[in-house]
């Protein structure tokens, strides 16, 4: 029990995110004629905040499978970056490292990208109780938010933007948790130097390849800062 409480007080952030976004989803998910099943099983299955989002539109307008594939890769290209990042972490990982992959959202990977594990735990046995609630959360939002859906029809325009607003709500949290900026430093500068030069279309991809670029120059500087 003392562990559920550990995990549950680490990923409060994201829970009160996800609660509030899974149920927009779930909301704008059933506004557009998809019920229940159809916000469970994207919930469960495809799991990916804001393609998620995307993919209503996606069902909507019956586009093809190339183009839901072209738009799923270019919309979570970063994950492939993520996952970079994360090949020392999930190593050893054994029977869980499927499910560590598949749950590896934007907030999970703030949460878990430092590798730091709280005593007690064994580092894989805290990573997959992190996903595994974040994805709980992210569940559970999507089903009251479809069956609040079914029985009170509303105006829901802007509720996407939730997911902005969580976005920030990370960074600031992190900020505040870590000693070390330079990563959240190096985050922004990039970001914004990557949108003036290729746009709002084109610069996540040359975005994850310029912070990847940084933090490896700075990984011992990071790594010591982190540690004083």
């Known amino acids: ?3 559920i409480n550990v995990v549950i007080k680490d990923t ?15 909301l704008l998910l059933n506004e557009n004629g998809f019920g229940l099943w159809w916000s469970l099983a994207m919930s469960v299955f495809v799991y990916a905040g804001s393609l998620q989002y ?3 539109s ?20 970063r994950h ?9 972490h999930y190593k050893g990982a054994g029977a869980k490292k499927p499910y560590l992959i598949h749950a590896l959202t934007d907030e999970t990977y703030s949460l878990v990208c430092t590798g730091e594990v709280p005593e007690g735990f064994g580092k894989h046995e805290y ?26 029809p509303g105006n829901l325009e802007g509720l996407d933007f ?3 607003a969580l976005f920030v709500t990370v960074v600031v949290g992190q900020w505040i948790k870590e000693k070390e900026h330079r990563p959240a430093i190096f985050g922004m500068i990039s970001s914004i130097i990557c949108l003036l030069v290729f746009g709002p279309d084109n610069f996540i991809i040359p ?13 011992k500087p990071i790594e010591e800062g982190r540690k004083a």
Not at 141 to 150: F, T
């Open 1 to 3: 029990m003392r562990k």
């Open 12 to 26: 409060l952030p994201v829970m009160a995110g996800y609660i509030v976004l899974g149920t927009g989803f779930g």
């Open 54 to 56: 995307v993919g209503i």
């Open 58 to 77: 996606l069902l909507s307008s019956g586009a093809s499978l190339v183009t839901v594939a072209i738009t799923s890769l270019v919309i979570n290209a």
């Open 80 to 88: 492939l970056f993520y996952g970079i990042t994360m090949i020392g």
């Open 127 to 152: 990573f997959f109780l992190v996903s595994l609630f974040d994805q709980i959360y992210w569940v559970t939002g999507s089903i009251v938010g479809s069956l609040i859906g079914a029985l009170i």
């Open 162 to 164: 939730s997911m902005t």
């Open 207 to 219: 975005d994850m390849i310029l912070i990847i670029i940084l933090l490896s120059i700075f990984r």
